[in-house]
């Protein structure tokens, strides 16, 4: 019936996801290796009322038209892979990643995610989990007697034995690169699957080609800037305001008609 | 009975569709690199048989409004925004090029530089292809250059420059896709001028302020077309009354 109505509605739509989205930014701020996500708006597509160029009569043309835009449309969340401040724990399982990649976890139903949450255990078996008790991938086995572990920048974990003054290495962390990281799937627990638009996981050794470095005892915050947030947030409230507005309009305008006529 | 019932008429459907259309515009207030677009009214005075006493009013979408929208800064290395004039070449939907403000960039899984909504961005020859790398970033010009690491070393290495126009704004209208498109689908030359910022994106340019009085206006509006049409039934009520009497 009225255009107006609908239009405002889907500016409505648009900013309370936008509030959404910012919110989940706002609530992650202090969790590890948390990558912040943006709204994506685009304008929906127009309906020619009037063509341009049109006949008016058989010597007269449309000099201009009337297109009218049908509103707005959230085409996507994207995730921003900025890097996150890196905050020292000196715990030695404690992994953050300088530059691009991610871990790789193994799931319980046998599928890998992937990570940049570096906050890893010991199981009761000796291999390297995540705080859920998921394995990063691949397997390390620390073998039980290690009395100290390091972890180099390429990725190297090496042990010291007791009575053996030449650290053993125990294998090597590997990361995993996508084409275009912000088309990761987010699972929920910190973990991101691999999607058609992400592309294929790239797996290589840390510190090399594409790879960001591997800092042990450092985490990696939240790369959420609050400031922002709550700008965005002040932004977005009005815009609800406003367009809500425009629905009233739009509701006072037919009640008038119903009124007076 | 007369017809300035329907001359009425015409004039709240039509202030109607101009609210449609300020409506659109306050929808898009936070759509990166939107255009708002311009409504006016035009009069058309009807001709027929007697006088052109009757004039009824036309909505149009005038054109759009090229102002530059706000800059805002995401430090976001494919974000780019436009420093004054000009567009950043797309292929649109239909194939054809199209041009567009919103610099929010990405690179798809096949490692095409591409827009948020999907559509490869054009470079001097054709789309670009992005490698795998450490970093892509964004030059001054439009120079698109992947950042690789070799023992240490950083490497640049340029893949593309991001087709830049600047044509002139009277050929240019905005299409029912949101893009906009040259008068006969001509393709713009490339122009050495134009420059973009990266880490950053343009906002969009609609005034809020203007297009909430706009609203007010047309309300109103709206409300004294509707008053004639009241105007207009108490005529003819009272000339049957007189009729009834006689």
Redesign the interface.
């Known amino acids: 019936m009225?255009?107006?109505l609908w239009?405002?509605k889907?500016?409505l739509d648009?900013?309370k996801n936008?509030l959404s989205t910012i919110s989940n930014n706002l609530a992650n701020v202090n969790t590890t290796g948390f990558k912040r996500s943006?709204t994506?708006?685009?304008?929906?597509?127009?309906?020619?009322?009037?063509q341009?160029g049109g006949q008016?009569s058989q010597e007269t043309i449309?000099p201009?038209?009337?297109?009218?835009?049908?509103?707005?449309k959230t085409?996507?969340t994207?995730k921003?892979h900025?890097q996150g401040s890196l905050l020292q724990t000196e715990n030695k399982f404690d992994m953050a990643i300088e530059?691009?990649g991610f871990f790789q976890i193994l799931q319980p139903n046998g599928n890998l995610a992937y990570t940049r949450n570096g906050e890893f255990q010991l199981s009761a078996d000796g291999q390297i989990v995540n705080s859920n008790g998921y394995r990063l991938q691949p397997d390390i086995n620390v073998p039980q007697n290690a009395l100290s572990v390091t972890i180099g920048i390429d990725g190297t974990v090496s042990v010291s034995q007791p009575g053996n003054p030449i650290p053993a290495q125990i294998g090597t962390i590997q990361l995993a690169?996508f084409?275009?990281p912000?088309?990761l799937q987010a699972l929920g627990g910190n973990l991101l699957g691999e999607t058609?638009?992400?592309?294929a996981a790239?797996i290589g050794t840390p510190d090399?080609?594409?790879?960001?470095s591997l800092v042990q005892g450092s985490l990696e915050g939240s790369n959420v800037n609050v400031v922002e947030e709550l700008v965005n947030m002040i932004?977005?409230q009005?815009?609800y305001e406003?367009?809500s507005?425009?629905i009233s309009?739009?509701d006072?305008?037919l009640q008038?008609?119903n009124n007076?006529? | 009975m007369d017809r300035m019932l329907y001359v009425a008429m015409s004039g709240?459907k039509q202030n109607?569709?101009a609210?449609?259309?300020?409506?659109?515009?306050?929808?898009?207030?936070?759509?990166?690199g939107?255009k708002s677009?311009l409504a006016?009214a035009r009069s058309?005075p009807l001709f027929g048989n007697g006088l052109p006493t009757r004039v009824f009013s036309?909505?149009?979408?005038?054109?759009t409004d090229f102002n530059p929208g706000s800059i805002q800064t995401?430090?976001?290395k494919l974000d780019i925004a436009i420093k004054g004039d000009g567009f950043i070449a797309v292929q649109g939907k239909d194939g054809n090029e199209a041009y567009t403000r919103a610099g929010?960039l990405?690179?798809?899984?096949?490692?095409i530089l591409e827009t948020?909504?999907g559509l490869a961005v054009i470079g001097d020859n054709g789309p670009i292809t992005?490698p795998?790398?450490?970093?892509v970033e964004i030059g001054l010009d439009g120079t698109v250059s992947a950042i690789?690491?070799?023992k240490g070393a950083e490497v640049s290495n340029a893949v593309g420059r991001i087709k830049l126009v600047n044509p002139d704004l009277k050929t240019v209208?905005?299409?029912?896709?949101?893009l906009f498109h040259l008068d006969d689908d001509e393709i713009a030359q490339a122009d050495a001028n134009v420059q973009v910022v990266s880490g950053a994106l343009e906002g969009s340019n609609v005034n809020?302020a203007t297009?909430?009085v706009n609203?007010?206006e047309l309300?109103r509006q709206?409300?004294m077309q509707?008053?004639m049409?009241?105007v207009a039934?108490k005529n003819d009520e009272y000339a049957s009354r007189l009729l009834t009497l006689g």
């Open positions: 009225a255009e107006p239009i405002a889907t500016g648009a900013q936008r943006r994506v708006f685009e304008d929906l597509i127009y309906q020619n009322v009037r341009p008016t449309l201009s038209g009337l297109q009218i835009g049908t509103g707005v085409v996507a994207q921003i900025q530059g691009r690169d084409v275009n912000s088309g058609a638009a992400s592309g790239i090399s080609l594409s790879f960001g932004e977005t009005r815009a406003m367009n507005k425009a309009t739009a006072q305008m008038y008609v007076n006529l | 709240a109607m569709l609210q449609a259309h300020n409506a659109n515009n306050m929808a898009n207030v936070s759509t990166t939107f677009d006016a058309m036309m909505t149009e979408r005038a054109g995401t430090a976001r929010g990405r690179v798809s899984a096949t490692g948020e909504q992005v795998q790398a450490k970093r690789s690491q070799t209208a905005k299409g029912n896709d949101g809020v297009e909430m609203m007010i309300a709206f409300e509707v008053k049409m009241k039934e």
